[in-house]
């Protein structure tokens, strides 16, 4: 689908590896981009009635679906989880003026947010097998038979097999063209934007070409509060919403940096992070906050 998507200079591609940030940065790019149409703390504001998968579409899964609100569909920002390798010329090329957001996270921290997301996604699927044939005694554990361990998911996500990775070959890639070419690629940390979602949404507009103006102090402020975790999970669509495969709650987990340490052993997170830092040897990146947790 995305071969045949033709962008503008006034799309804004948001990309991201999977449980980076994807669905937060979503809405902070669609609530920041329509706030003259929809101010954030507007009652009908679409992030109150859609999650943000329905406001901002992903290039290579909705393209050519039906949208589930116009508007949103035709906003102009899309996502995409693809590498930058795979993304195309036509999107990389400078005449394109596509310009494209990058979020990148601590590759632990995606990594036990993958595996909580879709053992989630397995047990609700089970459940709701489980309540479409109560005949069925089985116990739900048969049904999950199918999950992988988090041991085993673990092997694979460090020997780079995971979807849409290596996931330190895809943050390098954007990284990389973020440093040729910083008027084409914004590259984002999660665990900064957690720590200042402020200053991060101002840079974001800034680059997205709709600055706030020194009156829009607040405006800033309300697009953070409307964006934040606590806010968007509360909302009636994402408590009992649900996209095509997933559940919306699944995506509003805990939202914090380091919760790998409650999921990953000491050892589990000291290999990975060898691995990745002999991956990044020579390309002059750092996950610096993944690197300062673990010593
Ligand atoms: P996706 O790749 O399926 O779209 P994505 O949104 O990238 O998922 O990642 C989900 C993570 O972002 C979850 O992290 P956790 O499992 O470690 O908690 C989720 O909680 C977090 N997240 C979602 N929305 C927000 C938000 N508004 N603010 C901060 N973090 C968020």
Redesign the pocket.
């Given at each position: 689908m995305h071969a045949s998507f033709v962008p503008t200079p006034e799309d804004i591609l948001l990309a991201?590896?999977?449980?980076?940030?994807?669905?937060?940065?979503?809405?902070l790019a669609f609530a920041t981009l329509h706030r003259a149409d929809h101010p954030p703390r507007a009652a009908d504001h679409p992030l109150r009635r859609l999650n943000?998968?329905g406001c901002v579409k992903f290039l290579e899964l909705d393209l050519g679906l039906p949208a589930q609100d116009p508007k949103g569909g035709a906003s102009g920002v899309l996502?995409t989880?693809l590498p930058y390798s795979l993304l195309g010329r036509r999107i990389t090329a400078e005449e394109s003026g596509c310009r494209i957001v990058y979020?990148c996270?601590d590759p632990k921290?995606?990594f036990?947010?993958?595996w909580?997301?879709t053992k989630k996604n397995m047990d609700d699927a089970a459940a709701a097998a489980a309540a479409m044939d109560p005949d069925d005694d089985s116990p739900p554990s048969k049904a999950n038979k199918a999950l992988c361990t988090v041991e085993e998911v673990f092997e694979l996500f460090c020997n780079g097999r995971s979807l849409y990775g290596p996931q330190w070959h895809h943050v390098v890639g954007y990284w990389e063209e973020s440093r040729r070419n910083p008027h084409k690629v914004l590259f984002l940390r999660?665990e900064e934007?957690?720590e200042d979602p402020v200053s991060n949404v101002k840079k974001l507009a800034e680059f997205m070409g709709c600055p706030f103006s020194a009156g829009e102090e607040a405006a800033a402020r309300d697009i953070v509060e409307l964006?934040?975790?606590d806010?968007?999970?509360n909302m009636e669509v994402n408590r009992n919403g649900a996209q095509l495969l997933?559940r919306n709650d699944g995506?509003?987990?805990?939202?914090?940096a380091g919760?790998w340490r409650n999921h990953m052993t000491p050892a589990m997170a000291a290999r990975l992070d060898r691995i990745v830092q002999g991956q990044l040897q020579g390309s002059g990146f750092t996950f610096t906050i993944a690197a300062q947790a673990t010593t």
């Open positions: 991201s590896f999977p449980k980076s940030g994807t669905t937060w940065l979503k809405a943000p998968h996502a989880h979020i996270r921290d995606a036990v947010s993958s909580l997301f999660y934007m957690l964006c934040s975790l806010t968007l999970r997933a995506f509003f987990r805990k939202g914090v919760d």
